[in-house]
């Protein structure tokens, strides 16, 4: 989907025209207690994730990568909030190791499970301090959305799996699994 699961969303915090509050999410904690300057938000969607930092840490200095170019043309569209948008498949970009923060909210799921695992590896190397990834844990099937092909669910996860590719869990509900993984 081109918007998170209400568990990365704050708490009474978004409304049809945007942000209303200031509720917390584990998302917003893990950058803030990196104390991030720059980060890069993987397949931004409409932007939400990304307006949601920018309100609550108005110094960060966001760039994000969608592969879904119409996203930027819905009413609920923020990417306004980006200083860089790049349109494409993150895993043929070159993705230089300057982030502070690399996010990958509710994106590997759409990947072949190889090809996730080798992201999951190549993006938690490249970042500074911390590498977000949220993901529906089980099985979640999804198909298009809105036409775009890109939204189906290619891969199930597990737990485990991430474990043993260095990330902790962060938090959890009965569908999607916060992780991380920080540098020192």
């Known amino acids: 989907m081109p918007f998170s699961h209400p568990f990365n969303r704050p708490l009474f915090g978004w409304g049809l025209r945007g942000l209303r509050s200031k509720g917390r999410t584990?998302?917003?904690?893990?950058?803030?207690?990196?104390?991030?300057?720059?980060?890069?938000?993987?397949?931004?969607?409409?932007?939400?994730?990304?307006?949601?930092?920018?309100?609550?840490?108005?110094?960060?200095?966001?760039?994000?990568?969608?592969?879904?170019?119409?996203?930027?043309?819905?009413?609920?569209?923020?990417?306004n909030?980006?200083?860089n948008i790049w349109i494409g498949d993150f895993t043929q970009m070159l993705i230089p190791p300057i982030y502070d923060a690399i996010l990958?909210?509710?994106?590997?799921e759409h990947l072949e499970k190889q090809e996730g695992t080798n992201q999951i590896l190549r993006l938690s190397s490249l970042v500074q301090k911390v590498f977000i990834l949220s993901i529906p844990l089980g099985e979640y099937p999804q198909g298009a959305y809105e036409g775009n092909l890109y939204e189906t669910h290619k891969a199930t996860w597990y737990e485990s799996e991430l474990r043993n590719l260095g990330l902790s869990l962060v938090a959890q509900n009965d569908v999607i699994g916060v992780f991380a993984t920080r540098r020192r």
């Open 104 to 108: 990958a909210i509710d994106v590997i």
């Open 26 to 79: 584990f998302i917003l904690d893990l950058v803030s207690q990196c104390r991030c300057n720059h980060a890069l938000d993987i397949g931004i969607g409409y932007g939400a994730i990304g307006a949601y930092l920018k309100y609550n840490l108005p110094h960060i200095i966001l760039d994000g990568i969608e592969i879904y170019e119409d996203y930027k043309y819905h009413t609920l569209a923020q990417w």
């Open 81 to 83: 909030v980006y200083r």
